[in-house]
Structures are given as structure tokens and as C-alpha cells.
């Protein structure tokens, strides 16, 4: 079959054929019907090196946003028909610690002894033609176009995690909250927003066309100039917004939303630039949580689903097909790409 596969670091992709894989005990094969192109995978091929963060080691089928039809299910699987529409939930932790049994994969305990970190990251993931994900990794689809609901599960996953943390700050009325980075997280998170909640939700990102976006699904945005803050603290009659949510996390939007935060407010870095922040105790207002967030769990995405479902979170994306799948990635480098590329494998 075919797959875009990471073969070592500082190295683009390649697209090449490998075996089909077979599912092991309480595993699923899928025939992949999108798998979504995300900055995360650049980041292992553009930017990771031996000794990176994640302990990822080259070569492995990227594709970690992955939805499919039911192939073959190995032993042990049962209650999971042949043609079924899934998508597949990428962590995969040890399956028996705390976190593991809260279905909170991305905080295992044992990540540091973990063959991988999930599927497409350590793992062969789902820009193939076929996929296989433990049976537990698997959440129903039914009717859904199992094709627009791929990036969901990370680009609308990791949104919906961080905003349903941050729900406190956003109860009651005459709340506000911010979006840095329009992408295909951020825009994902301006639905999220006005789904859960009541808040005025402000948007704010380098890219013109972006903002259009986001004022189409109901935020109020701010272009990303030097009168950034003073813009959103006017909207916010000078009180700052309750909680806001970078979908970049370099140094300056970690700084513009610490800036336009409120008193008692809770600033979310979803994006993994990595970037630092030099807080100084009168840098902030008080009490304001600084934290971070990684993906969210599989009850998460079940709840994800149904909003998407509900025509609540309707992802913006691209299809590619398999032959264009390094193309995909190449517009993603260069920074082309509105919304998600999904590559269809099978189409």
C-alpha cells in the first residue's frame, strides 16, 4: 500500500509503498478515508531533531487526524462491524494507569517507557492506506461523512479540551473570550465557543482572509497590529477578556493574550511553538491562570463528534489524494493551507 512515510529528521517525507498492515489482539484494520496534514507533523520532520521532546524516532507513517471504514478486526474484537465509519483517537498510553483509565492517554504515566506516543506519532499512522488503532481508539461516526470529520480529531479535539477546562471563566453573562490564531484549530475554537457558551468571543490573526472567517462564524475580530490590546480591552469595556486561547504560543501572542487578560482570568497556550513568556508578578493581572494543554481525552471527542453531528463544528478543510499528499504538506511548510488539508487515500 501507500503512505507518506518519516524517514529521518530535517528530511521532507516520502511517499513510498510499505505493507498492508494485519491487526493484532484488540486492534482494528481501517480503510483510511482522511487523514488531516498538521503543523505537528512538520514539526517532527522540519524541526525535531534525536533528542526532541516527544522521544519520537524516524521512520513511521505520519497522519495522527484519522478517520476510516472497518477493514478487518483482529482477535478478540467484537461489537465492530466491517464498514463502519470510525475516527480514530491518536493517543495511545499504557492502557492500565490512572490517566490511561480516565481514556486521558496524553498524560499516561508510563509515557516515558511507551513504545510510542499514539498513532501517527511513533506509531504508523493513517497517511496510508490503511490504518490499524486499538478497538478502544475507535469512535463511532454512524452517517457522518467520515471525510470532514478527520482533522476533528485533533483540530477539534485539542480546541474543545482547552475550552471545556476554561468553561468556568466563561459562565454567566457579559463574558468575553479571545482566540489568537485562526488556523484549523482556532477557527474550529471560535465554534466551539459559540456552541458551549454565551460569551463574546474575539478573534485575532496576522491574516486578513482568516478573520473574514472567523466574523462569518460569529466572533468579533482585531487585526494583529500594535494597538492589538488597547483593540480588544475597548471591546471589552477595559476589563480584558475572561479567558483566551493562543493557537500559536510564540513569545509575542503568549504576551498580547497575558496582556488583554481580566482579573481572574485563565490564558490557555494550546499552540506548541514553544516559545517562552517572562512573567513578572506585576506583568499580569491578578490571579491569572497561565497553563497549557495538550489534545483531551476520548470522552472528549465523543462529545466532539456530536457536535459535529449537530452541525455545530463544521471543520474547514481541502482534500488531496494520495498522489498530491507531499503536496499537502509542502503548502503547509509554506504556510497556503486555510483550514486543514485532509489527504483520501482511498478516494
Not at 194 to 208: N, Q, S, V
Not at 216 to 244: C, F, H, N, Y
Request: include cysteine.
Amino acid at each position: 500500500m501507500r503512505a507518506v512515510v518519516f524517514d529521518d529528521f530535517k528530511t521532507f517525507p516520502v511517499l513510498k509503498d510499505i505493507e498492508k498492515p494485519t491487526p493484532g489482539p484488540g486492534e482494528v484494520l481501517l480503510k483510511v478515508a482522511g487523514a488531516g496534514a498538521c503543523h505537528s507533523d512538520v514539526a517532527i520532520f522540519q524541526d525535531f531533531e534525536a533528542n526532541n521532546p516527544a522521544g519520537l524516532k524516524p521512520g513511521f507513517v505520519l497522519g495522527h487526524e484519522n478517520s476510516g471504514w472497518v477493514e478487518e478486526v483482529g482477535p478478540g474484537v467484537s461489537g465492530i462491524n466491517k464498514g463502519e465509519a470510525y475516527l480514530i483517537y491518536g493517543p495511545i498510553g499504557c492502557q492500565h494507569c490512572r490517566a490511561c483509565s480516565r481514556g486521558q492517554d496524553t498524560y499516561c504515566e508510563n509515557a516515558a517507557t511507551n513504545p510510542y506516543l499514539g498513532v501517527g506519532l511513533g506509531r504508523n499512522g493513517g497517511m496510508a492506506e490503511y490504518v490499524t488503532a486499538p478497538a478502544r481508539n475507535l469512535v463511532p461516526l454512524g452517517d457522518a461523512d467520515p471525510v470532514a470529520a478527520a482533522p476533528l480529531s485533533d483540530a477539534g479535539l485539542t480546541p474543545y479540551h482547552a475550552i471545556k477546562l476554561a468553561l468556568p471563566k466563561l459562565n454567566g453573562g457579559g463574558k468575553f473570550a479571545l482566540v489568537i490564531g485562526l488556523g484549523g484549530l482556532g477557527l474550529v475554537g471560535v465554534q466551539i465557543l459559540k456552541a458551549l457558551t454565551g460569551a463574546t468571543i474575539i478573534a485575532t490573526d496576522a491574516k486578513p482572509e482568516a478573520m473574514a472567517e472567523a466574523e462569518k462564524l460569529g466572533a468579533v475580530t482585531v487585526p494583529s497590529d500594535s494597538d492589538q490590546v488597547a483593540k480588544i480591552r475597548e471591546i471589552t469595556g477595559g476589563r480584558g477578556v475572561d479567558a483566551a486561547f493562543d493557537f500559536v504560543g510564540i513569545s509575542a501572542t503568549i504576551t498580547t493574550a497575558m496582556q488583554s487578560m481580566a482579573l481572574q482570568g485563565r490564558c490557555t497556550i494550546v499552540g506548541i511553538a514553544g516559545q517562552p513568556y517572562d512573567w513578572s508578578f506585576f506583568g499580569a493581572p491578578y490571579e491569572v491562570e497561565l497553563t497549557s494543554t495538550y489534545w483531551g481525552t476520548i470522552e472528549d471527542l465523543y462529545d466532539v463528534v456530536e457536535l459535529y453531528k449537530a452541525g455545530q463544528v463544521v471543520p474547514q478543510y481541502t482534500t488531496f489524494s494520495m498522489d498530491k499528499a507531499l503536496e499537502a504538506y509542502q503548502l503547509l511548510v509554506d504556510g497556503k493551507i486555510s483550514g486543514r488539508a485532509v489527504v483520501t487515500p482511498n478516494a
